[in-house]
């Protein structure tokens, strides 16, 4: 029977890398998505809006403090109407204990005008409208996108950025490369929470220093010559 001993050879013939890999990464999303299935970003806001203005706040500082700060922001300019009425001066009163402040200020009241002047007040759901706005990098745009608007992408920051090429799931030298990369090879059925599961991993497991691989739930899949177990 021809038929029967090709489907046998098919049987017996052994995975290809290719598939192998693609299993493993398979493993890793479902490892992650079984441990916290609704995973969610840690920065405060109360709309569409109080989230893109956090994450422009969010550069080069911690979602601690940047939390802090926009509390008692957020409670009384929770719109671009209102927050551009606070002025600079106004808004730096409230996030001056965030890094680099003064600048951020600025691009958020510029934001906010032309969110205005040309959007109606509202954030569009587009990322080529979001980088067009001040402040906004495609990081900033990809987060506002994938949050609020629940468009399956990833923002890489620095904590993907170190996942990413650690594990490795796709290697690069620069965000592009890994934002690009990670596109290709992370599972339609994952893409929409990678972003967060890939942060917090970053955030609270596999840190910079010292990687906390005794307690990682997807060590044995991870090929990081680093690993400290």
């Not at 956090?54 to 300019?77: E, H, M, P, W, Y």
């Not at 958020?108 to 109606?120: D, R, S």
């Not at 950025?161 to 599972?187: D, H, M, W, Y």
Request: hydrophobic fraction near 45%.
């Amino acid at each position: 029977m021809p038929n029967e001993k090709s489907s046998l050879a098919k049987a017996r013939r052994p995975a290809s890398p290719r598939s192998r890999e693609a299993a493993r990464i398979e493993e890793i999303f479902a490892r992650l998505e079984a441990a916290d299935p609704h995973p969610k970003g840690e920065l405060e806001h109360v709309n569409v809006f109080t989230l893109l203005v956090a994450v422009v706040l969010s550069a080069q500082a911690t979602d601690v403090g940047v939390n802090k700060a926009t509390r008692a922001l957020f409670a009384i300019a929770d719109t671009p109407q209102k927050m551009l009425a606070l002025g600079v001066e106004g808004l730096c009163g409230y996030i001056k204990t965030i890094g680099l402040y003064p600048t951020k200020a600025k691009n958020v009241i510029a934001l906010c005008a032309q969110l205005i002047e040309k959007h109606g007040g509202q954030v569009p759901c587009d990322r080529e409208a979001l980088q067009a706005l001040p402040g906004v990098g495609r990081k900033t745009a990809n987060v506002v996108l994938n949050i609020a608007f629940h468009v399956p992408v990833i923002a890489v920051d620095t904590h993907i950025f170190r996942v990413s090429n650690r594990l490795p799931l796709a290697k690069g030298k620069t965000v592009e490369q890994v934002e690009a990369g990670l596109e290709k090879i992370v599972p339609e059925r994952f893409k929409l929470h990678a972003h967060h599961w890939l942060i917090l991993h970053g955030r609270y497991v596999c840190k910079a220093r010292r990687p906390e691989c005794e307690r990682c739930i997807i060590a044995d899949l991870c090929r990081f010559e680093g690993k400290t177990i």
